[in-house]
C-alpha cells in the first residue's frame, strides 16, 4: 500500500516553513551581496582603500570588488603597491576579458618601476578592445616614456582618430619628449584633414611657421573650407608671425578664382566679401559714424562699388573700418588709383585713401580728400615707397579710407561717398 503525504501534518508544516525561510534568507543575502557590489564597483561613486577593503573580504570572488580595490590602493597616499597587484591580478584571473582590469594592472607595475611589464599588460588590454581610443592612448603616453617614439605615434594616431580632443596633447608630448621633430607629429595626424589642421596649428604655437605651412598646404582646399574658422584663425596666425607671404599664397589657393590676380584683390568690389577668409581682400568693420556697404547700382567700372553713407555724428572718424593687407616688392615705388564719387558730402575734410604700414599703422602715403558736395566720379591718386622688410624683400601695407578729425571736436560729416576701381602698379 503507497502512503499518502499528509500536507496538513505538523511535520510537514514545519518544513515547508523551514524551506520558505531558507530561500528568503539566500535571497536576501543574493540581493544584499549584488547591492554591495555593485554600488562599491560603480565608477561613479568615489570609494576609498578602507570602504572597500571589508567587502572584498567578504566576496572574494568578485572581480569587481577587487579591481575596485587595486585602484583604491593605487591612489592612497599611504599605498601598497604590491596588494594593489595581488588584486588586480586577481580581478584579471576572475574576469580575463575586461580590458579596463589590464590597464590598472598596467598602471600599478609602472608605479613598481616595471614599464616592460605594465607595456605588455596595455598590449594585452590593447588585444582585447584594439578600437578603444583610452587603450591605445595609455599604450602612446607609455611607450613616450620608454622612447619608443615611432611606435607611440602608430598608438597616438589610432587613439586620435577615434577621439580627436586627445589629439592637441599627444602632438604636445610627443614634441617635448622627441625633442621636435614634425615627422612624427604629421603620423599621428595622418591623412585626415582636420587631424592635419590641428597640427598645423599647434607648429605655429611653438615657433614653426615653415613646417606648419607646409602641413597646412598639404590639405585640400575642400579640406580647407569644411573647417573655414580654423583655417582663417591659422592664416591669421601666420601673418601675425610676419610670414605674411606664406599666409598670401596659401590664401591664394584657399580663396580661388580672380581674387589672386592683381596687386590689390577685388579692385572693383564685383566679388562678394568672403565670411573667412578676408586676409587679403577688402575687410569691412562696423562704425558708429557710417553705414559700409557694397552698392550694386552704382558703378565706375563694373557693376558695384564701395557706399559710405556717414550718419552725420560730430567729430566723424574712419580708421580700419575699410582696409586691405597688400604685399608689395619692399624698397619698390608705386602709384595707386582708385576712384570717388560723393553726394551731398559736408565735412571739415573728406575722406582719404591711405597706404600704411602693416605692423605700425603710421601712414605711408595719403591721398588728397574726396571733394564736397555732389559730382561725378574724381580721380584719386597717390605715389608711395613700399617700407623696407626683413621678410625677404616683401613688404605688406595696408590700404584703407580714412576719414581723421583735425581736432579734439570737429563739425559732423554727413552724405554719401562711393569708392571703386582701385590699382596699384609698380613704377
Known amino acids: 500500500m503507497v502512503a499518502r503525504l499528509n500536507l496538513r501534518s505538523p511535520g510537514w508544516r514545519l518544513a515547508f516553513g523551514i524551506l520558505v525561510l531558507t530561500a528568503v534568507v539566500l535571497l536576501s543575502v543574493i ?109 602612446g603616453n607609455l611607450l613616450v616614456r620608454e622612447g619608443k617614439f615611432e611606435q607611440a605615434s602608430a598608438e597616438f594616431r589610432i587613439a586620435a582618430a577615434a577621439n ?33 589642421l590641428t597640427l598645423a596649428q599647434f607648429l605655429m604655437s611653438v615657433s614653426r611657421p615653415t613646417e606648419a605651412a607646409t602641413v597646412f598646404g598639404s590639405i585640400d582646399r575642400a579640406g580647407r573650407l569644411a573647417s573655414s574658422s580654423e583655417s582663417s584663425a591659422f592664416l591669421n596666425s601666420l601673418i601675425a608671425a610676419g610670414q605674411v607671404q606664406l599666409a598670401r599664397e596659401l590664401w591664394n589657393e584657399t580663396a580661388g578664382g580672380e581674387r589672386q590676380a592683381a ?36 558703378a565706375h567700372g563694373g557693376s558695384r562699388s564701395l557706399k559710405i553713407e556717414f550718419a552725420g555724428r560730430d567729430t566723424t572718424q574712419l580708421d580700419n573700418e575699410i582696409k586691405q593687407l597688400v604685399i608689395l616688392r619692399a624698397g619698390a615705388r608705386y602709384a595707386l588709383e582708385c576712384f570717388a564719387k560723393a553726394n551731398g558730402l559736408e565735412s571739415p575734410e573728406g575722406p582719404r585713401v591711405v597706404v600704411a604700414n602693416m605692423t605700425s599703422g603710421s601712414w605711408i602715403a595719403a591721398s588728397e580728400p574726396v571733394a564736397q558736395g555732389s559730382g561725378d566720379w574724381q580721380r584719386l591718386s597717390l605715389d608711395f615707397v613700399a617700407p623696407q622688410s626683413s621678410a625677404g624683400g616683401i613688404s605688406a601695407v595696408a590700404v584703407s579710407i580714412k576719414r581723421k578729425p583735425k581736432f579734439s571736436y570737429d563739425e559732423p560729416t554727413r552724405g554719401t561717398v562711393w569708392f571703386d576701381d582701385f590699382s596699384i602698379k609698380e613704377e
Open 263 to 298: 596687386i590689390i584683390g577685388n579692385s572693383g568690389f564685383e566679388l562678394d566679401l568672403l565670411k573667412d577668409f578676408g586676409q587679403f581682400d577688402w575687410q569691412f568693420g562696423r562704425s558708429e559714424y557710417a553705414r559700409i556697404s557694397v552698392d550694386p547700382n552704382v
Open 31 to 139: 540581493i544584499v551581496s549584488r547591492f554591495v557590489i555593485g554600488t562599491l564597483a560603480d565608477d561613479r561613486f568615489v570609494v576609498t582603500r578602507d570602504m572597500i577593503a571589508v567587502p572584498a573580504t567578504y566576496f572574494p570572488n568578485s572581480a569587481r570588488l577587487n579591481w575596485r580595490l587595486a585602484s583604491a590602493e593605487l591612489s592612497a597616499s599611504n599605498r601598497d603597491l604590491v596588494s594593489a597587484k595581488a588584486h588586480a591580478e586577481r580581478a584579471i584571473t576572475l574576469s580575463p576579458y575586461d580590458y579596463r582590469l589590464r590597464i590598472t594592472l598596467a598602471s600599478i607595475e609602472e608605479s613598481l618601476g616595471d614599464r616592460t611589464a605594465a607595456e605588455k599588460s596595455l598590449e594585452a588590454a590593447r588585444s582585447l578592445a584594439p578600437h578603444h581610443w583610452n587603450v591605445r592612448y595609455r599604450l
Open 164 to 196: 580627436s580632443r586627445i589629439l592637441s596633447g599627444a602632438l604636445d608630448l610627443l614634441w617635448r619628449a622627441s625633442p621636435g621633430n614634425p615627422g612624427l607629429l604629421a603620423k599621428i595626424a595622418g591623412d585626415d584633414p582636420k587631424a592635419q
